[in-house]
T-cell receptor
């Protein structure tokens, strides 16, 4: 059982459309990170959010951390084919012995077609 | 910063054989993690090193798995008597301690293991 549930599992949209990916849990996290992974490669860090209610923007990507630090969302505006990839959320539990260990969601596969 | 390097990128082995993977982290990163990722899933934690000390091992890491990080530099992950269920992508990640403002793992490209 994964602590972080991502939805939807798969998203296919046309270039120029907007999309939102959700990451939910019943656990509280000290921080939450979003990664993008391409086939045959390791995940690449997009952003880290650490404060409840925090919103971070990275060009066309907007990340939000829930007030209760249990959930997060990723919104992409005017998606481009280069945004295609597996989006993974990962959280560090608020336990003293977590040692930077991350709990990953199963990912959302995003496909943006021209 | 040359990133995290993993070798080999791909490994095909027969069931019952032993395999060893290598990870070279970013030189100034003292934390090193191994994760395993199967198709359609996110990475799962296997083990963690702070410098040369192995501080935590997941229950996923059976007695057939062993990891080392001699001298706190590169790390190796060995799987003995491989089974088909070991087929997965094995990812190494490193992290600086203490982390910077936008901290997060730097992952390697992974080693794809196929056990036939």
């Amino acid at each position: 059982t994964q602590l972080l549930e991502q939805s939807p599992q798969f998203l296919s949209i046309q270039e120029g459309e907007n999309l939102t990916v959700y990451c939910n849990s019943s656990s509280v996290f000290s921080s939450l990170q979003w990664y993008r992974q391409e086939p045959g490669e390791g995940p690449v860090l997009l952003v880290t959010v650490v404060t409840g209610g925090e919103v971070k923007k990275l060009k066309r990507l907007t990340f939000q951390f829930g007030d209760a630090r249990k959930d997060s969302s990723l919104h992409i505006t005017a998606a481009q084919p280069g945004d295609t990839g597996l989006y993974l959320c990962a959280g560090q539990l608020m336990t003293t012995d977590s040692w930077g260990k991350l709990q990953f969601g199963a990912g959302t596969q995003v496909v943006v077609t021209p | 910063d040359t990133g995290v390097s993993q070798d080999p990128r791909h490994k095909i082995t027969k069931r019952g054989q032993n395999v060893t993977f290598r990870c070279d982290p970013i030189s100034e990163h003292n934390r090193l993690y191994w994760y395993r990722q199967t198709l359609g899933q996110g990475p799962e934690f296997l083990t963690y090193f702070q410098n040369e000390a192995q501080l935590e091992k997941s229950r996923l890491l059976s007695d057939r798995f062993s990891a080392e990080r001699p001298k706190g530099s590169f790390s190796t992950l060995e799987i003995q008597r491989t089974e088909q269920g070991d087929s997965a992508m094995y990812l190494c990640a490193s992290l600086r301690d203490p982390p910077g403002a936008n901290y997060g793992y730097t992952f390697g490209s992974g080693t794809r293991l196929t056990v036939v």
